[in-house]
């Protein structure tokens, strides 16, 4: 079965400052997702950023970046320029690759980020 | 579009209670997922259906709990009868179960409390 592990419970960050949360995972397939939801207080889940393992590119969403090392099967999430705004919970979710239909997430314990002014 | 509805927002019971929670999907999404969210075991999925059909059930619980997709624009997630450590944050979700796509989008959840 797939595995997802954030080491980090916790981060904190200045604001302005970068900070980049970990995440692992294990599995045995060479196609599939990896995702960075955001969770704020309000308990919404809001999907961060995206990578399709096939594609040897880092995916970028403006100032949330990965660092995606399919060898290590290590997926980063960078977060530039950290605002007030980015406190929340980080989750790092993975799927294997959809053939015919959608495939379920399976996620990370978390890492609780706070910015600090 | 609204996005994905959940309700009600937050429940609260008495154990061996029947509780029921809805979803309605967002309109023309053909995959639904409910997740399970807990501080001891964080977010995990207990079934999904595609096409209104359930693919995988492998994470409910137990039989006291039953989840049903009687068309493509309602769910229900039912626990009979409720017990304490049933407490917790139910989220929906849905995505357009296109091949190769697989963004799902999460309703607001429902905190449920059982007494």
């Known amino acids: 079965a797939q595995t997802v592990t954030q080491s980090q419970p916790e981060m904190s960050v200045q604001e302005a400052e970068t900070v980049t949360l970990s995440c692992t995972y294990d599995t045995s397939e060479s196609d599939y997702y990896l995702f960075w939801y955001k969770q704020p207080p309000s308990r919404q889940m809001i999907l961060v950023i995206r990578q399709e393992a096939y594609k040897q590119q880092n995916a970028t969403e403006n100032r949330f970046s990965v660092n995606f090392q399919k060898a290590a099967k290590s997926f980063s999430l960078k977060i530039s320029d950290s605002q007030l705004g980015d406190a929340a919970m980080y989750f790092c979710?993975?799927?294997?690759?959809?053939?015919?239909?959608?495939?379920?997430?399976?996620f990370g314990k978390g890492t609780k980020l706070t910015v600090n002014p | 579009d609204a996005g994905v509805i959940q309700s009600p927002r937050h429940e609260v019971t008495e154990m061996g209670q029947e509780v029921t929670l809805r979803c309605k999907p967002i309109?023309?999404?053909?995959?639904l997922f409910w997740y399970r969210q807990t501080m001891m075991r964080g977010l995990e999925l207990l079934i999904y259906?595609?096409?209104?059909?359930?693919?995988?059930d492998s994470g409910m619980p137990e039989d006291r709990f039953s989840a049903k997709m009687p068309n493509a624009s309602f769910s229900t997630l039912k626990i009979q009868p409720s017990e304490p450590r049933d407490s917790a944050v139910y989220f929906c979700a849905s995505s357009a179960g296109l091949a190769g796509v697989n963004e799902q989008f999460f309703g607001p959840g429902t905190r449920l409390t059982v007494l």
């Open positions: 979710a993975y799927s294997t690759y959809p053939q015919g239909g959608s495939e379920k997430l399976v």
């Open positions: 309109s023309g999404h053909n995959s």
């Open positions: 259906f595609n096409n209104n059909v359930p693919i995988d």
